[in-house]
């Protein structure tokens, strides 16, 4: 059994239902991509390094961090965007499986984008 298996394993059985959709919704967009436990949380690593956490809560599961889109991808998450790089999605609501793959390919495409070439070295205070 993985980290995020037994991350799962710790709620109830059907908020794990739930979680186990998330994860497999964003896996969808990276089948390839590193899982592991990143800030105490699953995460699945996306194109160019970018990292995208899901986390189950007391009333909802929480995607971060999620870069903002366009116009239409920002009008599709509306409903859900919670703080400025926060999706989350209520249990008491059908979850949008569709769209936290649409999230996942938002995200990866927003970090090939924006990723710091290999070569780039940190600046030096």
């Known amino acids: 059994m993985s980290d995020v298996d037994d991350y799962l394993a710790r709620f109830p059985a059907d908020v794990q ?50 870069p903002r889109g366009d116009e239409a991808f920002e009008a599709a998450i509306a409903e859900y965007r919670s703080a400025k790089d926060t ?15 649409r999230i996942a390919e938002h995200a990866a495409r927003h970090s090939a984008v924006h990723a710091r070439p290999a070569h780039a070295t940190p600046a030096r205070g």
């Not at 990276?30 to 970018?50: C, F, H, Q």
């Open 17 to 66: 239902t739930i979680l186990r959709g998330i994860r497999s919704a964003i896996r969808s967009a990276a089948p390839t991509g590193e899982e592991r436990i990143r800030y105490g949380m699953p995460a699945v690593e996306l194109e160019s390094g970018y990292w995208l956490h899901f986390a189950g809560w007391k009333n909802h599961v929480g995607i971060y961090p999620v």
């Open 87 to 101: 999706v989350n999605l209520l249990y008491s609501k059908p979850i949008p499986f569709e769209l936290v793959t």
